[in-house]
Nanobody
């Protein structure tokens, strides 16, 4: 059974950092594409970053370039989203998603087969 579980969200002050985790089970994450999305209140879910099965990283959201990075630890079967210099507009529910066929990254929701339940990130003083 394929499952993704996010963790690491919480309340952080502007300018702070958080690292989100996406623990995979039921499959080997290193063989597949993994992506991070977020959904702010009243807004559509947007693609942020993606790491292909060949470890090519792509950042889709201009608003996070230079601040967010994606990585994975194959030994832990876990992907990460490192978020630095957080801003109040980064407040959202963050989701990881994977596609278990092919190696390509795309920023579209329907490209991905499995999703985590999401973790809340709130940036506020």
């Amino acid at each position: 059974q394929v499952q993704l579980v996010e963790s690491g969200g919480g309340l952080v002050q502007p300018g702070g950092s958080l690292r989100l985790s996406c623990a995979a089970s039921g499959f080997a994450l290193n063989y597949y594409t993994i992506a991070w999305f977020r959904q702010a209140p009243g807004k559509e879910r947007e693609g942020l970053l993606c790491l292909s099965s060949t470890n090519i990283g792509t950042t889709y959201a201009e608003s996070v370039k230079g601040r967010f990075t994606i990585s994975r630890d194959n030994s832990k079967n876990t992907a990460y989203l490192q978020m630095n210099i957080l801003k109040p507009e980064d407040t959202a529910i963050y989701y990881c998603a994977t596609r278990v066929s092919g190696s390509e990254c795309r920023p579209t929701l329907t490209w991905y087969h499995y999703w985590g339940q999401g973790t809340q990130v709130t940036v506020s003083s």
